[in-house]
T-cell receptor, first 115, second 115 residues
Framework: DSGVTQTPKHLITATGQRVTLRCSPRSGDLSVYWYQQSLDQGLQFLIQYYNGEERAKGNILERFSAQQFPDLHSELNLSSLELGDSALYFC??????????????FGSGTRLTVV | DQQVKQNSPSLSVQEGRISILNCDYTNSMFDYFLWYKKYPAEGPTFLISISSIKDKNEDGRFTVFLNKSAKHLSLHIVPSQPGDSAVYFCAASLSYGGATNKLIFGTGTLLAVQP
């Protein structure tokens, strides 16, 4: 158990729908990161939050949004879902907003299947 | 723009021999480089890192080498064990100051250690 909790583990939904993925960071970590891993792809950085504020953005679609709440948990909202959004979505956390020596701690991911 | 590349999708080695995983990058602004290991149905787990100002870092059986002039890094595992069989991701850290950071990942190399 890495200490980063992601729910749900699996999600199957239809095209056009909206889903919310939830992440609880490791205790004490202030920064949360979201990544997408599609088939045969590396992990694509989506967005970083630090202590409730958006800090860095990657190739996140406009149909996707995220937020970090005062208790530091984060949610990734995916709307108007398309078949190509099917992927593993990972959340990670770090103490501060630094990749540095110890990297990020990852959760076990949410597998999203859009049918 | 793939800033971090792992050109070998897979590698097979015999137990007890050396495993060498390679990674190339393009951005000179990366401040740290990291290796992650990933088993199926789990999130990536941090293995070892190296600062951009170093050329070698060692931790037990794992050694990472950095060649800045060639923009190349490698992970050596000696001796390789069957439990090392996993996907290995190379990652590079971009820091913007003020707790803003992102890790850029390669596409991974599947290592199979044969007994």
């Amino acid at each position: 158990d890495s200490g980063v909790t992601q729910t749900p583990k699996h999600l199957i939904t239809a095209t056009g729908q909206r889903v919310t993925l939830r992440c609880s960071p490791r205790s004490g970590d202030l920064s949360v990161y979201w990544y997408q891993q599609s088939l045969d792809q590396g992990l694509q950085f989506l967005i970083q939050y630090y202590n409730g504020e958006e800090r860095a953005k990657g190739n996140i679609l406009e149909r996707f949004s995220a937020q970090q709440f005062p208790d530091l948990h984060s949610e990734l909202n995916l709307s108007s879902l398309e078949l190509g959004d099917s992927a593993l979505y990972f959340c990670a956390s770090s103490l501060r907003g630094q990749g540095g020596n110890y990297g990020y701690t990852f959760g076990s991911g949410t597998r999203l299947t859009v049918v | 723009d793939q800033q971090v590349k792992q050109n070998s999708p897979s590698l097979s080695v015999q137990e007890g021999r050396i495993s060498i995983l390679n990674c190339d990058y393009t951005n000179s602004m990366f401040d740290y480089f990291l290796w992650y290991k990933k088993y199926p149905a789990e999130g990536p787990t941090f293995l070892i890192s190296i600062s951009s100002i170093k050329d070698k870092n060692e931790d037990g059986r794992f050694t990472v080498f950095l060649n800045k002039s060639a923009k190349h890094l490698s992970l050596h595992i000696v001796p390789s064990q069957p439990g090392d069989s996993a996907v290995y991701f190379c990652a590079a850290s971009l820091s913007y100051g003020g707790a803003t950071n992102k890790l850029i990942f390669g596409t991974g190399t599947l290592l199979a250690v044969q007994p």
